[in-house]
């Protein structure tokens, strides 16, 4: 399976040649090692033998629940023979399989597990990491979503890192994690635990990353810059050190000068960064009128392919757009005082998993979108709803008094509600309105819909390619981008 994966690799790499996912044999072999693994007697397969299937598998798309739990449960049982490599294979395999259903959840804890234990141990034994294989470990986890396992090996990957400045990573490696670590919001804002604000992570990225841009600006291409610029937005309100300030124009003059390379997704990142960090960033990127227009350009389309239908009502509208915010806004309410809130209802995928109902916990994109947010409309302008607050609201009574209390606007009978004011000149744009009896009725209509629509876009970093030489499997690389909810 293997080499099945590395054909697939380079037939998509050169976009031409044969397509082995196309051959009715693939899945003969895959019922064949999954008959092994499930065999009564030991299977034959070592560590080698297992990662590189996972990461055919990968590299296939080839998703069969029955052969993926099998090797996964195969991986847990011999973690503890993995090399580093192996170990970071297979957890980016897993990944990238999208393997996050309740049966994979103890294996791939036990990886978790032996990768700790191997980091917070000796330091020979995490020297035995290299830079990709961190980065690797990082881009999985992101995905994953293991709750307190992940935390306690992110943080462990993290300080790492910091040990070693990041000294010796390649482009892809250190922005790789820095766009990993920000999405996971390790170290974002002053919630965040003071051990991983005063880590030292922020030094040790400007100064690898720095030295990347002075000395070899032709090593990062063009992905490298635009989630590095974005991870630094994520990081702080704005450029929290004078380093991180620098860092942050180096990569923004070096963007600019790659404007017609750079991709929609990469101009949505430097919009948003130019929307984050402001002052001399926004100067360097508002100094050429292409790339400015450029980015106008993207966000416009990316608001209209997201804006929902457009139903309203007399005090409530839904998937408005507003300056400086780049996806539509869930809900919009006009108070009979002339006053308007935007109503942003934040799901279970915007918190982290292993601090339950803690509204502080939110991922390093929600965060961003939530200061975007009031500084567009003011800290009075927005309302954040919990997934679980909202969802332990039994009636549609129940959610409009909630809202109402919320709102600091007193419970009335629906049939009360008075008509909005006339609009104001608000940077928001209200889509058509039409009646409805209560706010609950419009709001919980709209959540369902709505509530995925909160993405901040982070484009997945590509997998850097790596022959583990001797047989093993290369680490991911390349790949179809992860999904972005």
């Not at 996972?54 to 998703?63: F, N, R």
Request: glycine share 10%; hydrophobic share 40%; with cysteine.
């Amino acid at each position: 399976m293997h080499g099945l994966g590395k054909l697939r690799q380079g037939q998509q790499q050169r976009g031409s040649g044969w397509d082995p996912t196309s051959s009715p044999h693939l899945n003969t072999l895959a019922d064949a090692v999954a008959a092994r693994l499930r065999a009564a007697v030991g299977h034959g397969f070592v560590a080698q033998n297992i990662s590189n299937s996972l990461w055919a598998c990968a590299k296939l798309s080839y998703q069969d629940p029955a052969l993926l739990l099998a090797l996964t449960e195969a991986a847990a049982a011999i973690a503890e023979t993995m090399t580093p490599q192996e170990l970071g294979n297979s957890l980016w395999a897993l990944e990238a399989l999208n393997c996050t259903g309740p049966a994979y959840q103890p294996p791939i804890k036990a990886l978790c597990g032996e990768a700790l234990q191997r980091l917070q141990t000796p330091p020979e034994l995490a020297a035995a990491f290299t830079p990709q294989e961190l980065s690797n470990i990082l881009l999985a986890l992101e995905g994953l979503q293991l709750g307190e396992a992940q935390a306690k090996l992110v943080a462990a990957v993290a300080a790492e890192d910091v040990r070693r400045g990041f000294a010796g990573y390649v482009a892809q490696d250190i922005s790789n994690s820095a766009w990993a670590l920000a999405k996971m919001g390790f170290g974002v804002g002053p919630e965040a635990p003071a051990q991983q604000r005063q880590c030292g992570l922020e030094a040790a990225l400007c100064g690898r990353l720095g030295e990347l841009l002075q000395r070899e600006p032709e090593s990062m291409n063009e992905q490298n810059l635009a989630n590095s610029l974005w991870a630094v937005a994520v990081f702080g309100e704005g450029p929290s050190s004078s380093g991180m300030q620098q860092l942050a124009i180096q990569l923004a003059r070096e963007a600019v000068g790659r404007l017609g390379m750079l991709t929609d997704v990469e101009l949505t990142q430097l919009w948003q960064a130019q929307q984050e960090l402001g002052a001399e960033v926004a100067a360097v990127l508002c100094s050429s009128p292409d790339l400015q227009a450029a980015t106008a350009a993207v966000v416009a389309e990316k608001r209209e392919g997201e804006t929902t239908d457009d139903r309203a009502v007399t005090s409530v509208n839904m998937g408005v757009v507003t300056d400086g915010v780049l996806a539509p806004l869930d809900v919009a309410v006009r108070l009979r005082d002339g006053r308007q809130v935007v109503v942003d209802f934040v799901g279970p995928t915007r918190f982290f998993s292993n601090r339950k109902h803690d509204p502080t916990a939110m991922d390093g994109r929600t965060i961003l979108r939530t200061r975007q947010l009031r500084r567009a409309l003011g800290e009075s302008g927005v309302l954040l709803v919990p997934y679980w607050e909202w969802d332990g609201l039994q009636s549609a009574a129940d959610q409009d008094a909630y809202l109402r209390r919320r709102l600091q606007e007193p419970p009335q009978p629906p049939q009360q509600l008075q008509p909005p004011a006339p609009p104001s000149p608000a940077p928001p744009q209200p889509p058509q309105q039409s009646a409805c009896s209560s706010i609950a009725e419009q709001v919980s209509g709209g959540v369902a819909g709505n509530q995925q629509q909160q993405v901040l876009l982070a484009r997945p970093p590509a997998r850097r390619q790596k022959d583990g030489g001797n047989g093993r499997g290369a680490a991911g690389g390349g790949g179809p981008s992860r999904r972005l909810q």
